[in-house]
């Protein structure tokens, strides 16, 4: 009789197994929970009310922008160091070349901010602008580019963005 009473499923089985089934779903929840608040937050910007309340502001930026009619050619070649050359010409709508601007460039990993690197870029030829970053990982990256006019033609800035894929 007492191999009859070992064996048998009662009522403190079925709730120790209902414990430990909520018990492994509620622990795995948690670590889902813990690694989604702690990884990638999804924003791009810390101000997006603000910015969104600018965004006319924004779309008189870019009609400027296409009033310029400015075109920007943009090549990239491979470095012996692991690093990328980039040319960037920039011509007018009469296909003119662009000079004496100042660009700021920045090259940016799409996950992480922490590998974006700033691009010096200097005039070589008219309208032609020549910069090198080293030590660049293979991969796919974005270049932002803002150009403005050191004649004081314009007061706001050319801005593209493109995305690389960088051997």
């Known amino acids: 009789m007492s191999n009859e009473t070992a064996n048998k499923f009662t009522g403190r089985h079925m709730l120790a197994w209902l414990g430990g089934l909520f ?7 948690g670590i889902f929970v ?8 999804g924003l791009e910007t810390q101000h997006a ?26 090549t990239q070649g491979p470095l012996a160091d692991g690093g990328v050359d980039f040319t960037l010409r920039y011509t007018d709508r009469n296909g ?3 000079t004496a601007l100042t660009i700021d460039a920045v090259l940016r990993h799409p996950a992480t901010k922490a590998r974006d690197r700033k691009i010096i870029l200097r005039e070589t030829a008219p309208g032609t602008y020549h910069g090198r970053v080293a030590g660049i990982s293979a991969g796919q990256w974005e270049i932002r580019l ?14 593209q963005i493109e995305r690389l894929w960088i051997k």
């Open 146 to 159: 803002a150009a403005t006019a050191a004649t004081g033609a314009t007061d706001t800035p050319h801005q």
């Open 34 to 41: 813990y690694y989604a608040l702690t990884t990638f937050t």
């Open 23 to 29: 018990g492994v779903m509620l622990l795995a929840n």
């Open 96 to 98: 003119a070349p662009v």
């Open 49 to 74: 009310y603000r910015e969104g309340l600018a965004y006319n502001s924004e779309l008189a930026r870019a009609r400027a922008q296409a009033e310029l009619g400015w075109q920007v050619e943009l």
